[in-house]
């Protein structure tokens, strides 16, 4: 069992720059392959980026690729996401997911085994 706990959302500016965070409860963490998805209004949830359980490999969207990075330190049981030049359509609830599988390319709602409640990130314009 894996809780996790995301933070550091918030309204940010077109063009600047959040890193939001994921906690996660459990000796298991670093067994796990994490990822962030995101869901805008009135929009379907979508894969953003996955890291594999060492931090090895790392998968991201087209659509955030070059502005969004995926790190996580596995002592202190937590995965990050950087964004960079954020644009008004990633205004998001983004989520923290675990998963006991890594996957090379696709990654759907289906892979993730635990997910956590998500944080709001608004981009203004």
């Known amino acids: 069992q894996v809780q996790l706990v995301e933070s550091g959302g918030g309204l940010v500016q077109a063009g600047g720059s959040l890193r939001v965070s994921c906690a996660a409860s459990?000796?298991?963490?670093?067994?796990?392959?994490m990822g962030w998805f995101r869901q805008a209004p009135g929009k379907e949830r979508e894969f953003v980026a996955a890291i594999q359980s060492s931090g090895g490999s790392t998968v991201y969207a087209n659509s955030v690729k070059g502005r969004f990075t995926i790190s996580r330190d596995n002592a202190k049981n937590t995965v990050y996401l950087q964004m960079n030049s954020l644009k008004p359509e990633y205004t998001a609830v983004y989520y923290c997911a675990a998963s006991n599988l890594w996957y090379a390319s696709t990654w759907l709602d289906y892979h993730m085994d635990y997910w956590g409640k998500g944080t709001l990130v608004t981009v203004s314009s």
């Open positions: 459990g000796r298991t963490f670093g067994s796990y392959a």
